[in-house]
């Protein structure tokens, strides 16, 4: 399962350093006092990719809300990974400063999400390993308990597929030690999600997942969050975008709106000159200055977009022609150029994938 971690992270090599640039950038909130003029374009868009995570695969909050309706881990996994099946599967993984171990021990020391499950008063008497009663004040004392198995199954799967030595951060996921989890851990004996698609059949999946996935319409396609400059990816069977509204449980940046401030055709003319001739994070220079070239004066933009409505690719149409970037870089070279240029002077940034050009 090696390869499928390459096939999909490998091509992100570019991106880690043009995201990590981007972050540093977006951490504060949205200008408030925008300015749209009458005739020209703007930017409008729902969700914070900085603060929800990479949306695609399971999403935590999903499951929060599914569970509470009474999905059951494995439907809940079902629904999240497109054509899998659940099979119990034996196995060890290589640890960081841990060693190896068994893969029920490894995530029975699982962070990610609370340890114990919401329950009763008789349940807490007859389990206090398990369960606790819910402090409603904050969602991170207990979860509901097939959302923790779910979460148990899918990071084990994670980490069956995982070549080498898995980190104990975000950067893979987070592992803390311990048997706090060891209640999940032996309810999902062994359980792994096997894909029964079309991309690696019969093999564990690389079970991706992150804190909230939607950003009004459900979860995204892997090839739209991970791509080349061009935004062409590889499209896997078992990450492709769900609508979760119905079950889902709101998080406080699902429905977060933003717009920029409004801007002509000029102004973004004078966008696709400044990335040719200024940005050079992750060796995507000489792509944007072909972009440019290609296009020539800026007449239009359009885009293409996944089932949950994410910017895959970005069209820009000009004097010279069409040309077409990833959605994911626009928005970061877009980022970039306002921190830098303050064009309307201010900070209006592009928050997330989910975006909609817009006449003032």
């Known amino acids: 399962m090696g390869q499928v971690q390459q096939r999909i992270e490998q091509l992100t090599e570019e991106q880690k350093a043009i995201l990590a640039e981007e972050n540093k950038l977006v951490g504060g909130g949205p200008v408030d006092d925008v300015v749209i003029i ?6 409008e868009g729902t969700g914070r990719d900085l603060y929800q995570g990479h949306g695609v695969g399971l999403s935590q909050f999903g499951a929060y809300g599914a569970a509470q309706k009474g999905w059951t881990a494995e439907q809940i996994l079902n629904f999240y990974y497109t054509q899998t099946r659940v099979e119990e599967r034996s196995g060890t993984i290589s640890v960081q400063g841990y060693g190896v171990m068994d893969l029920n021990d490894y995530v029975a020391g699982l962070g990610e999400v609370p340890d114990k499950a919401c329950g009763n008063q008789e349940q807490v008497t007859q389990n206090p390993q398990k369960y606790v009663i819910d402090n409603p004040n904050t969602v991170w004392d207990c979860w509901p308990e097939e959302a923790i198995k779910a979460q148990v199954i899918a990071a084990r799967s994670y980490a069956a597929s995982y070549s080498g030595t898995i980190c104990t951060t975000a950067s893979c996921q987070v592992y ?6 060891r209640w999940a851990a032996d309810e999902t004996l062994n359980k792994v999600i096997i894909s029964s698609g079309s991309t690696h059949t019969n093999q564990i999946i690389r079970a991706l997942y992150s804190s909230d996935n939607s950003q009004g319409y459900g979860t995204a396609n892997n090839d739209t ?4 400059f061009e935004g062409v990816g590889t499209p896997y069977s078992y990450l492709r975008h769900v609508n979760d509204n119905h ?4 998080f406080s940046y699902t429905n977060w709106k933003w717009k920029t401030n409004s801007y002509s055709l000029s102004d973004l003319n004078g966008f696709l000159t400044w990335a040719a001739n200024n940005y050079t994070t992750g060796g995507s220079n000489n792509f944007l200055k072909g972009v440019k070239n290609g296009v020539g004066e800026l007449q239009s933009i359009t885009f293409v977009r996944d089932g949950s409505n994410r910017v895959k690719q970005v069209r820009l149409t000009g004097s010279n022609g069409t040309k077409v970037m990833s959605g994911w870089l626009y928005k970061a070279v877009w980022n970039s150029w306002v ?9 209006d940034y592009i928050y997330s994938l989910t975006w909609f050009l817009k006449t003032g």
């Open 38 to 43: 009458s005739g020209e374009l703007f930017f």
């Open 176 to 181: 803390k030690g311990g048997n706090a989890k």
């Open 225 to 228: 969050v991970w791509s080349n």
């Open 247 to 250: 079950i889902a449980a709101k």
């Open 339 to 347: 921190a830098n240029v303050k064009p309307k002077g201010t900070t």
